[in-house]
């Protein structure tokens, strides 16, 4: 009777148990490489924010390049 368990619970483990914690974590695995909204959004900020920096950068370098046209060789 004892053999008969344990070769139930072996049997039930392997076969069912392994691939359902397989299965389950491939479902976890795909649902967690997509963007959610709340990354999407924080991604377009910070694009945006990238692109008023660099328009910041581009206005200084005008405004210093204006003032001194050799500032960029190190005289």
């Known amino acids: 009777m004892e053999d008969v368990l344990i070769a139930l619970i072996i049997f039930g483990s ?3 148990g392994l691939p359902w914690v ?3 974590y491939v479902t976890k695995w795909k649902s967690a ?3 959610t909204r ?3 959004k ?3 900020e ?3 924010m990238a692109r008023r920096l660099d328009d910041r950068m581009e ?3 005008r405004i210093i390049a204006a003032d001194d046209p ?3 060789t190190g005289r």
């Open 14 to 16: 392997f076969f069912i």
């Open 42 to 44: 924080l991604l377009d």
């Open 70 to 72: 050799n500032w960029k």
């Open 59 to 61: 206005t200084v370098e």
């Open 46 to 48: 910070l694009h945006d």
């Open 22 to 24: 397989i299965f389950h």
């Open 33 to 35: 490489a997509t963007i």
């Open 38 to 40: 709340e990354d999407e």
